[in-house]
């Protein structure tokens, strides 16, 4: 501690910070010092305490111990408008918008602009939401609802809310968690410039190569305690992961060579107006395809449709020769393909149940007897693939939804894996999963493929797409642009294909 | 022009369409549905006791609550309203119209403070006020009833009167109505109202006063009810123990069949009191085209039940629409 006299204070300054619920200790020890202008990365594995951090920085939670300076005066909210009032706006990793109301209402509801009366200046906030994606260099109709905007859209409209708040403190919890490519280089180019301004900004996420072209500062915390705080030039990748982890990580997609066998999955000619076009690809058994591409290009939809969710106006899907119906997902199953969704919580769990009523929850009718099923039938058969795949649990009738992400996408893949299918479609496999456990589902992954099985991958981040496929499609505006190899794979053929209509006439 | 088109495509454009039709129709069929003198007048004053309660009925719903009790609160005042004549009747007679608002208020704020508090859906605690209200109604009242020779006849004149052609219960409702609307349009506490409804817990997260906000709308749609069950005893002078029985349903029917979403988050007042028109016009018209008694309800739930699944084919043709202007960009 050295108080250097004329130096102004942090912008916001947390030292050891404690909060627990119940009897679960979140945070022992939350210390993070965040400089204006400058953006300051928050790292570390998923349970570390980074949510809670923020939660408590944004008045949400309420602190059991610590100090709390905002610009030097301690502070203590109680409301998350209170920490809104004081200049703090927090962009969280989901949207949180209101689906009904329009863009610009989403931007200013609490504080619109006012006129006699207390009318709502709906012109004054019109104007201002424009000028607001002006500055962002967007183009979103502000009259429009939010319902049907991409995540990326959405995550602009959260942008541009705080700037308009004119916070002094953003944090950014994975923002870029649900972009890819084009949007991630627009989000990073608002916040660079934010910082310009002299704002103080706190980014959270996974991914280490935004971290370091980002950031200028990284703190990493581990089990509810801080760890270290570097400048970004005075540390490495490697350096960071051993401090979160707390131990050396090997390698993180170890994909291996498996013998790749006949075809399984033959897709032809998949179309559905206004959602994907002329959709045509291939997988064989042994095989891990990825599907990659911008966020909104059609990727979950493809898979959707595929699996029989969504409809499709013409085109076949077979598998193993045999032509599947539409729209019966029931029919999908049993021939023998699996669907482990990109939203976990909502479309592949059920938060509420027990780990081992999640893992047979697809096997129910082959595990029942005479029609009924026992507590002590799901243990048995849930016990098998929980130890298979290491997720980590008190006991098989924990509720899943107390486990981390990791684990919890394990359970997802678990339920699968007990139908015993021949493909096996992932959406977003490492979605918010943390280092060690993201090695542990590519792990998994390579093993599985290697069992035969023939995966498809949808992924927004590059290295595992990269790292675990034998061939990537790239799908663009619902259409698939690139089929490349394994061995021609780049960062940049990749993110081409993604951004640009393919050559020839499609 | 866009204000035009949007006018156009406005879900209230439509029920108020479907009214004109029906009164249309019900008036060619016999002329006297609209041309008598009484025809007119009660075309204007038999919605305009449910249009109040339904305003207050939209406010709660765009909040993704619902208030059930709204019938039950309306009897007890009105039955306060016969009371208060009988038992003060020094009282200057307007006073009525104040008790009777600040009483129904007082029974929305125990069905507000119990949603709010207890985190319990509104449907459920809603419907244990409805019984628990119209209990002490019954209780109160027993087998007496109120007549129209215990209370002023300013009061009752006030039932059946006209202003400029307008009668008065109309005038009342449609003042409340258009201060209703431009509350939900204009100002920040409508506004929240929508958002609350929309996500609640991205209300919270936007640090937006969800608890107070609901606790208020309930407030408003009890004291809407209260100055409804006053109404009500102008209007019919007796007053029962079962005054206002069935209302809730009514005018839960009639903001739905006005577009206010039941999951909360749109729609708005003047679509609930034209659907609360449209409910109670389409009951006195079905007789007027020689419809059998027994298909009037039927009607009214095919009713209903239309305006859910027109709501859905628009949603679904809204979000294709934006999703292939999306395809498209």
């Known amino acids: 501690m050295t108080s250097i006299g004329t130096a102004p204070p942090p912008a916001l300054e947390l030292s050891r910070i404690a909060k627990a619920f119940g009897a679960v200790i979140a945070l022992t020890n939350g210390t993070l010092r965040l400089e204006s202008g400058s953006i300051h990365a928050l790292v570390g594995e998923n349970g570390a305490g980074k949510s809670t951090l923020v939660k408590i920085i944004a008045g949400l939670y309420q602190r059991d111990a610590g100090e709390f300076l905002l610009e030097g005066h301690p502070v203590d909210f109680t409301s998350t408008a209170a920490a809104k009032a004081a200049g703090i706006a927090v962009i969280y990793q989901e949207p949180t918008l209101f689906p009904d109301l329009s863009v610009t209402e989403n931007i200013f509801m609490g504080r619109q602009p006012t006129g006699a009366l207390g009318m709502i200046d709906r012109r004054a906030m019109h104007d201002e939401a424009l000028a607001l994606f002006e500055r962002l260099g967007v183009r979103i109709d502000p009259d429009r609802p939010t319902l049907g905007l991409s995540i990326a859209d959405q995550q602009i409209i959260e942008i541009a809310k705080a700037i308009s708040l004119d916070a002094k403190v953003l944090i950014m919890d994975e923002p870029t968690a649900a972009l890819s490519g084009v949007e991630v280089d627009r989000l990073f180019a608002v916040a660079r410039s934010l910082r310009d301004e002299g704002r103080a900004i706190l980014f959270i996420s996974h991914r280490f190569d935004e971290v370091f072209s980002l950031c200028d500062t990284v703190t990493v915390m581990r089990d509810g305690a801080y760890i270290a705080t570097s400048a970004i030039e005075d540390t490495t990748v490697d350096a960071i992961v051993r401090q979160m982890v707390g131990r050396d990580v090997t390698t993180l997609f170890p994909k291996t060579p498996a013998t790749i066998g006949d075809d399984v999955l033959v897709v032809e000619g998949l179309n559905q107006p206004g959602v994907f076009h002329d959709v045509s690809f291939t997988v064989r058994s042994g095989e891990i395809v990825a599907l990659a591409g911008l966020v909104g290009a059609g990727r979950s939809e493809i898979a959707r449709a595929v699996f029989g969710i969504d409809p499709y106006s013409s085109g076949t899907v077979r598998v193993g020769g045999q032509l599947l119906r539409k729209r019966k997902p029931t029919a999908a199953m049993a021939a023998g393909i699996a669907l482990v969704p990109e939203d976990r919580r909502q479309q592949g769990l059920v938060l509420e149940a027990s780990v081992a009523r999640n893992a047979t929850m697809a096997i129910r009718r082959a595990l029942s007897r005479f029609g009924l099923l026992t507590t002590g039938m799901e243990n048995a058969s849930a016990r098998i693939w929980a130890s298979r795949l290491e997720v980590k649990t008190n006991a098989l009738d924990t509720e899943v939804g107390t486990l981390s992400g990791g684990n919890q996408q394990k359970v997802v893949l678990a339920k699968w894996l007990a139908t015993d299918p021949r493909v096996l479609i992932v959406d977003e496999p490492t979605r918010g999963i943390d280092v060690g456990t993201k090695a542990e589902v590519h792990r998994l992954l390579s093993e599985l493929a290697g069992q035969g099985l023939a995966i498809i991958m949808i992924s927004s981040e590059l290295p595992e797409v990269l790292g675990m496929a034998d061939r990537v499609l790239v799908v663009h505006e619902g259409r698939i642009t690139a089929d490349i190899p394994r061995a021609e794979a780049t960062a940049e053929s990749v993110m081409f294909a993604a951004t640009h209509s393919s050559g020839e006439a499609a | ?329």
């Open chain 2, 1 to 329: 022009m866009a204000r035009i088109t949007s006018l156009l495509k406005a879900r209230e454009t439509g029920i108020l369409l479907a009214l004109v039709l029906v009164v249309i129709v019900t008036t060619v069929r016999n002329p006297n549905f609209l041309f008598s003198p009484d025809g007119f007048r009660d075309l204007l004053l038999t919605p305009s006791i449910l249009m109040l309660v339904a305003v207050g009925q939209a406010i709660v719903i765009i909040t993704r609550n619902v208030d059930l009790s709204v019938g039950s609160v309306l009897g007890l005042s009105a039955y306060l309203t016969g009371r208060i004549f009988i038992d003060l009747p020094w009282l200057p007679w307007p006073t009525v119209f104040l008790i009777g608002i600040v009483f129904g208020g007082l029974l929305g704020l125990i069905n507000g403070a119990l949603v709010a508090f207890a985190k319990v859906p509104a449907l459920v605690i809603t419907l244990g006020t409805l019984y628990a209200y119209r209990g002490i109604n019954v209780l109160w009242t027993g087998s007496d009833r109120i007549n129209p020779s215990d209370m002023p006849k300013e009061f009752l004149a006030l039932g059946t009167s006209s202003l400029a052609g307008l009668p008065w219960l109309t005038v009342i409702a449609l003042v409340v109505l258009v201060v209703a609307g431009w509350f939900m349009r204009t100002q920040r506490a409508g506004r929240e109202l929508y958002a609350i409804g929309s996500d609640p817990a991205a209300a919270n997260l936007y640090g937006l006063k969800v608890t107070q906000r609901v606790l208020a709308a309930f407030v408003l749609c009890g004291a809407l009810a209260g100055l409804a069950g006053v109404l009500y005893a102008a209007r019919y002078g007796t007053v029962n123990s079962q005054a206002g029985s069935g209302w809730e349903l009514d005018a839960v029917g009639a903001a739905v069949i006005g577009g206010v979403a039941i999951f909360g988050g749109s729609g708005t007042v003047w679509g609930a009191a034209i659907g609360a028109y449209l409910l109670l016009t389409i009951n006195r018209a079905l007789p007027v085209l020689g419809v059998q008694d027994f298909w009037q309800r039927a009607v009214v739930g095919v009713l209903i039940l239309g305006a859910i699944v027109l709501d859905r084919v628009l949603a679904v043709r809204a979000s294709r629409r934006l999703a292939e202007a999306r395809d498209n960009d």
